[in-house]
């Protein structure tokens, strides 16, 4: 009798499949978690970064220009100052743009291209007559972020997902040909012992008693029985041992069915 040997029941696979999916659906977890707490971190370090960039411009341009209108020379009237403002956002990446403006908050100069990002205000101090101190005016620098700061977390996404791929395709062919190709021979031993115990429990003919002696007649009937039932518990041990190995349940329908048509009525 043939024994069941298709991929379907095939144990290596059933075992390699569910390994892979289970490696796929935890890796792809803890793969998606490291790469959202290492963008969280470089963004966190980019704002940082910017932020303390568009201080240190702002701080020296207010510096530099304080010391022109103190000497006498009008914020309004000073020469090159949008030319040098320009030529500071082009040294910078990560300046968007810078504004010059009017102690009343009217806006003097800007150079570069707005994009609604953080500002780092700070204002032109310049002592009065009085002794006090007077803002001149405010230098605004506005801050973006490097394009840099978002291409590291997609590059390290893309090697996250091929990483895990490949330890979940490598995790399921070692289970496959490891401990799955143990059981699937092992599943294979017991249904072919089966199948062989089944075809051996067969009834024998009643031309092969005796028929001329009662007692020989009698114990050969309580040999046949006594040979019939240790045969039905071999069938009964091995269908057990199959059924170890059945995680799913699809072999139990089967091996019930063979178990009555050996079992002794």
Known sequence: MKTDTGTLTDLRWRLGCWVLCVLLVVGGACAVWAVQEMQERADAAT???SHAIGESVAQTLAEQLARAVRVGIPLAQLPGVPDYLAQTVQRQPMLNAITLLQPDGSVLHTVGQPAHGDVVPVPITVQSRTGGAQPAGFVVVEVGHAASARQGPAWS???SALAVIGFALLGALTAAFGPGAHLEAKRRAALAALHQTAHDAAPASPQDMPDNDLQRLLDALALG???QHAQHQAVQDYADE??????????RPRVERILGSTRPR
Not at 246 to 251: E, R
């Open 225 to 227: 029985d006594g040979r």
């Open 157 to 159: 996404s893309g090697a």
């Open 242 to 251: 199959l059924l170890n190995t059945d995680f799913d349940g699809s072999l």
């Open 47 to 49: 704002y940082k970064d």
